[in-house]
């Protein structure tokens, strides 16, 4: 079945600098990656998305990268602030269907030190 | 708006207990699904449902129900508690689709003794 590896499990950087985040996908007809950042004691939050007809896409200090051949794609922050802290999954569709079913990725633990 | 909201918030059962989780949303979305959050293996789909009547399985179904009897509400059953079932239980819903994100409630933290 569908599976998706995310790596790093833990990530920590010094305010300012770059995070970036992979994940990989094993089936070839997904078409939908959304990133999610959870916070302590809550769901978790959409923060950006990108489907299979684009192969970048940026929202502020947050982008994400897709490479449709190679079945991988990558979340990257720039100036990292304290309040990024959380923890990201990244997830993809399962299949071509609308009903949007994910499969996640285990997460990665973001830490930014002041 | 309310969004998504999850009850309860806490529960703790004895194996061989049964409970509902009890999730509603307010954006008139078709789509609704349950999800369970461990440790280390991200957020696993338990059943989802495509509209009010309608449920389907996702990853991990075996041992939970569901109903959508009403369009704002998707209901989690689980018939004999097992300690494996302790988790983190998660409910989203969509606008129907392939367009749209979903939308988490905020958890409920189940576990089982």
């Known amino acids: 079945g569908e599976n998706v590896e995310q790596h790093p499990s833990t990530l920590s950087v010094q305010e300012g600098d770059s995070a970036v985040i992979k994940c990989t996908y094993s089936?070839?007809?997904?078409?939908?990656f959304p990133w999610y950042k959870q916070e302590l004691g809550k769901g978790p939050q959409l923060i950006i998305d990108?489907?299979?007809?684009?192969g970048e896409k940026k929202d502020q200090r947050i982008a994400v990268t897709l490479n449709k051949t190679a079945k991988h794609f990558s979340l990257h922050i720039t100036e990292t602030q304290p309040e990024d802290s959380a923890v990201y999954f990244c997830a993809a569709s399962m299949g071509t269907g609308g009903y949007n079913k994910l499969i996640f990725g285990a997460g990665t633990r973001l830490a930014v030190h002041p | 708006n309310a969004g998504v909201t999850q009850t309860p918030k806490f529960r703790v059962l004895k194996t061989g207990q049964s409970m509902t989780l009890l999730c509603a949303q307010d954006?008139?979305?078709?789509?609704m699904y349950w999800y369970r959050q461990d440790p280390g293996m991200g957020l696993r789909l338990i059943h989802y449902?495509?509209?009010?009547?309608?449920?389907a399985k996702g990853e991990v179904p075996d041992g939970y129900n569901v109903s959508r009897l009403k369009k704002q509400n998707f209901l989690l059953g689980l018939e004999s508690a097992a300690p494996s079932q302790t988790s983190v239980y998660f409910c989203a819903s969509k606008e129907g689709g392939s367009r749209g994100e979903q939308y988490f409630g905020p958890g409920t933290r189940l576990t089982v003794t």
């Open positions: 954006m008139n979305h078709e789509y």
């Open positions: 990108i489907r299979s007809n684009v």
């Open positions: 449902s495509v509209g009010e009547g309608t449920t």
């Open positions: 089936d070839s007809a997904s078409n939908y």
